[in-house]
């Protein structure tokens, strides 16, 4: 079979022939792809010839972001059968720790994880794949057009899980019972920064949005791009990084509640927490490169007003099924709210043999989440911009 991927002798992609994956055990499933996104790990992997893989190996398959068909199951497998759609999750515990023996292993405590695509084991941009039935999500058929998008939305459910759960530290401003931080409806009457305008940071956006939490989006380019166009469709207000400064935008946007870092973009990410106001809580999800950005900071004033300011900023990276679940559910309530935002934010598809041209387009503003058609469909490119 055909997979994409990259080697450890050579930079750059490659398409490498594979034997087709074989179920091994009574509880796996053998998965035929469907569709692959690719984002910015896929790209910074690509970029820095990042080839993370077990001793012996000499490649990476790539692909994190997939759903697929179940094409057979082995005999001990409960919940799957052939002709199934379904999503795979990303990372595999180290069956060691408590959080990995919980299902939790996006709480590694030993870092002994492995990622699909990612980290040590070979991820789903392939023509077939095989896996633990504990690894895998149901994907209703009426999702298959947006099933890309549930991977990194299941990053942001986690991220804003954390957010909410910090802030139950202190009592609401918000007279309004119904807005507490744990209430289903916590958005009302709170104010969101945003940082980037990615995927990530458009997924952010919309699940504010969806509780109705005034928000802010920064991100370095022009207005009239994709994304810019992408998160106003929401209802949210685009913030050009590049016009002011990390202080001047918290002064401008006024009483903030939440700040989502969505970029990896270091320095801008670090510049803003000395600014943030009184008991607010900053999550980040960008991963930059190791040793990439050095930034000169006042740490005087930082732990100054951290301390002084009740500041609460959390790291939140990676996912579990529960989330992909929640996820899967909260693609329900955006189409009935946002009607085709999710569908009209797969701005590029690709035939599965076009990886390089889909790669290039990931540094394009006008791109938003690109995909390769693992099952052939003609390359289209869904927001072409005059």
């Known amino acids: ?33 469907a569709e692959v996104g690719i984002d910015g790990t896929d790209k910074n992997l690509v970029q820095h010839h990042l080839v993370d893989v077990e001793e012996g190996e000499s ?21 799957f059968r052939v002709g199934d759609p379904v999503i795979p999750t990303v990372r595999r515990g180290c069956g060691i720790c408590a959080a990995c023996l919980n299902f939790q292993s996006d709480y590694c405590y030993t870092g002994l994880y492995k990622e699909r695509g990612i980290h040590k084991l070979h991820g789903f941009l392939s023509e077939e794949v095989v896996d633990e039935e504990a690894y895998l999500v149901p994907l209703p058929k009426d999702q298959a057009l947006i099933a890309v998008w549930i991977e990194p939305l299941s990053i942001v459910e986690k991220a804003l899980d954390q957010l909410r759960l910090v802030q139950q530290r202190m009592p609401s401003w918000c007279p309004h019972p119904t807005h507490a931080w744990d209430a ?11 940082i980037g305008a990615g995927p990530l940071g458009f997924l952010a956006t919309v699940m504010l949005r969806l509780q109705d939490v005034e928000t802010y989006v920064v991100e370095i380019v022009d207005p009239d791009t994709t994304r810019v166009r992408m998160i106003e469709r929401v209802g949210a207000k685009h913030l050009d990084g590049r016009a002011f400064s990390p202080e001047e935008l918290v002064r401008g946007v006024g009483r903030i509640d939440l700040v989502f870092e969505a970029s990896g973009a270091s320095k801008l990410a670090i510049e803003f927490i000395p600014y943030l106001p009184r008991n607010a809580v900053y999550v980040m999800t960008g991963v930059p490169r190791a040793g990439g950005v050095t930034v000169p900071v006042n740490a005087d004033l930082m732990l100054r007003q951290m301390v002084r300011h009740n500041l609460a900023v959390i790291g939140s990276v990676n996912s579990n099924a529960s989330h992909f679940a929640r996820a899967l559910e ?17 701005t590029h598809r690709f035939l599965f043999g076009s990886a390089e041209q889909a790669f290039a387009v990931l540094q394009d503003p006008n791109s938003l989440k690109v995909v390769l058609d693992v099952l052939e469909r003609p390359a289209v490119n869904l927001h072409a911009h005059s």
């Open 1 to 33: 079979m055909k997979a994409i991927g990259l080697t450890v002798e050579t930079p750059g992609i490659r398409v490498v022939d594979l034997p087709s994956p074989a179920i091994e055990r009574e509880t796996q499933v053998k998965i035929r792809v």
């Open 59 to 79: 490649h990476l398959v790539l692909g994190h972001e997939a759903w697929g068909v179940v094409s057979d199951v082995g005999k001990s497998v409960k919940n």
């Open 184 to 194: 289903p409806d916590w958005g009302g009457c709170k104010r969101a920064i945003v």
């Open 330 to 346: 909260d693609v329900r309530v955006i189409r009935k709210r946002f009607g085709t935002v999710l569908e009209d934010g797969i």
